[in-house]
Nanobody, 128 residues
Framework: QVQLVESGGGLVQAGGSLRLSCAAS????????MGWFRQAPGKEREFVAA????????YYADSVKGRFTISRDNVRNTMYLQMNSLKPEDTAVYYC?????????????????????WGQGTQVTVSS
């Protein structure tokens, strides 16, 4: 079992920045690829970014590429999402997730069904 807790969400103006954190406890954090997903009101949850076990590979949705940066610290058992140049359309609940069977395929790592554990989410609101 892995327990995930997100933090760092909040209200920010367009163009601003936020840094989300996902703290993990339980089984060995470094055994899992990790991902961020988000769900806006009235929309399905969508992939945002993911990172491999040791952090050597990262993956991004086109909508956030160049603005968001995913990283992880396997000593602190924490994953991060640095979000810059935020837009109103980034408003959503952001979830972190853990994937025990990492595949280097973008298709796999961007698919919700590949993830075994999920956090409760943190709200990000970007005002125009």
């Amino acid at each position: 079992q892995v327990q995930l807790v997100e933090s760092g969400g909040g209200l920010v103006q367009a163009g601003g920045s936020l840094r989300l954190s996902c703290a993990a406890s339980g089984r060995t954090f470094s055994s899992y690829a990790m991902g961020w997903f988000r769900q806006a009101p009235g929309k399905e949850r969508e992939f945002v970014a993911a990172i491999s076990w040791a952090g050597g590979r990262s993956y991004y949705a086109d909508s956030v590429k160049g603005r968001f940066t995913i990283s992880r610290d396997n000593v602190r058992n924490t994953m991060y999402l640095q979000m810059n140049s935020l837009k109103p359309e980034d408003t959503a609940v952001y979830y972190c997730a853990a994937d025990s069977e990492y595949s280097a395929s973008y298709y796999d790592i961007s698919t919700e069904a590949m993830y075994d554990y999920w956090g409760q989410g943190t709200q990000v609101t970007v005002s125009s």
